[in-house]
């Protein structure tokens, strides 16, 4: 249950798998915690206070389907609204018309969210062009492009921002592991600095993701202070 798990992780645990998600988990839980990383199974993070973080909170959720993935972020976005954080998501025009569908489903009124700037949905690809600096990424270009949109938002909502989007997972996808980490480990600095909390989905199989890069996964799993699979 819930109440173990927080309790687990409570009193120090690098992590908690449910025996339903054993088959296709396992594996992976083993290579986050052997990394320095946190898991918890999927079905229980939205339950959970206690995961082991100080002053902001990074989450990696990988998916092995676009519809898990679409309403991860909807609880995400939706729990943020709940808590009166505004919400930037990031990702390409399909999901940004997906996850409005979810919300509206969800009863949560995303045209008003939007038009009060509590709701912030930007093209995935605009915004990892403008953070590109050369060849790579890096702090500066990060901040120029990030810190104008996180001002607005936390001027809309009085304080509080929660961010979320597909930016390291299309890197990822695209091979460009090196970038994805690059990035996860910019954004994970400046998560800590400005206290936001920060989603980053990856639809991918997971078990492939081990067998192929195992190095690169530890080092992914590393930037995050928890990491799920769904």
Request: some cysteine; aromatic content about 6%; overall charge negative.
């Amino acid at each position: 249950s819930s109440d173990v798990a927080e309790a687990a992780l409570e009193t120090g645990a690098r992590g908690y798998l449910l025996k339903s998600d054993a088959g296709r988990g396992l594996l992976f839980a083993m290579q986050v915690v052997a990394g320095g990383g946190c898991f918890v199974s999927g079905q229980l993070r939205e339950h959970l206070g206690a995961v082991p973080v100080v002053t902001h909170r990074h989450e990696a959720s990988f998916h092995t389907d676009e519809s898990s993935l679409l309403d991860e972020y909807a609880r995400f976005a939706e729990a943020a609204f709940g808590d009166g954080s505004a919400l930037i998501y990031a990702g390409n025009e399909r999901r940004r018309t997906a996850l409005r569908r979810r919300l509206r489903q969800r009863g949560v009124e995303i045209d008003r969210l939007e038009s009060e700037g509590r709701c912030v949905l930007v093209d995935v690809e605009r915004a990892l062009a403008s953070l590109r600096a050369g060849d790579g990424f890096d702090a500066a270009a990060l901040r120029n492009a990030a810190v104008p949109l996180l001002d607005r938002a936390v001027s809309a909502s009085g304080g509080r921002v929660a961010v979320c989007g597909d930016g390291c997972g299309c890197l990822w996808t695209d091979g460009l592991v090196e970038d994805a980490i690059q990035l996860e480990r910019l954004w994970d600095e400046f998560a800590r600095e400005r206290g936001f909390r920060l989603l980053c989905g990856y639809l991918v199989d997971v078990g492939r993701l081990i067998d192929d890069n195992d190095a690169g996964l530890q080092s992914l799993c590393q930037a995050h202070s928890v990491v799920s699979v769904r």
